[in-house]
Structures are given as C-alpha cells and as structure tokens.
C-alpha cells in the first residue's frame, strides 16, 4: 500500500509564494512521474505541473513561469514552488504519483493524496 501526504497549504496575498510538499511511504520500489493537480470550486481536476523519474517537467500554460516542480528520488518527495500568486490559483492541490510497488511487477499504481487547500486572497 502507497500513500501520498500533502503539505504547505494555506492563505496567501496576491503576489505571495507557497511551497506544497509531498511525501510518498509505504510499500515502493520506485515512483515514475510525479506531479500536482488542482481543483477549483465548480471545476475541473486539472493538472499544474509532473515531473518524471529523469527530471523532465510539464506545466500547465496558466503556471510556467510562476510554479516550479522538482522532486527527490531517493526520499521519494515531491514539491510545488509557487510564486506570483493569483486568485485564480486558489483550489485543492493534490499530489499524484505513478508508484512501482515491488521489482517482481511493471504494474504501477496511480495514487493520490488527500489534498490541501490553497487560497488566495487579500
């Protein structure tokens, strides 16, 4: 069993920054892409940014330039540098990874966090 917990969460100006972290535990043997998803109010889930085993990224056009994604393979960690802050950007955050449970399988498993809340207003 895999899980996902989510951190750094919270009220921010517009124009601030915020940092979201996410940790993965459980039974893993590695993790390929990795990313953040986001989920307004009436909306969509949608994805910000992923990032790959190898460091490859893919941001959402309404990020790049403001989000950087980056990751540490061997604490088996992600993270979300949001800068430039908008209210836009206000929603659930949620962390994905694609999980590798045990050498003895190629099958992944796609798992998700529980998500946290980011809010942006003044």
């Known amino acids: 069993q895999v899980r996902l917990v989510e951190s750094g969460g919270g009220l921010v100006q517009p124009g601030g920054s915020l940092i979201l972290s996410c940790a993965a535990s459980?039974?893993?043997?590695?993790?390929?892409?990795m990313g953040w998803y986001r989920q307004a109010p009436g909306k969509e889930r949608e994805l910000v940014a992923s990032?790959?085993?190898?460091?490859?990224?893919t941001y959402a056009d309404s990020v790049k330039g403001r989000f950087t994604i980056s990751r540490d393979n061997v604490a088996s960690t992600v993270s979300l540098q949001m800068n430039s802050l908008k209210p836009e950007d206000t929603a659930i955050y949620y962390c994905?990874?694609?999980?590798?449970?045990?050498?003895?399988?190629?099958?992944?498993?796609?798992?998700w966090g529980q998500g946290t809340l980011v809010t942006v207003s003044s």
């Open positions: 994905n990874a694609d999980v590798r449970p045990t050498r003895w399988t190629s099958r992944t498993l796609n798992t």
């Open positions: 459980g039974t893993i043997f590695s993790i390929n892409a």
């Open positions: 990032i790959t085993n190898g460091g490859s990224t």
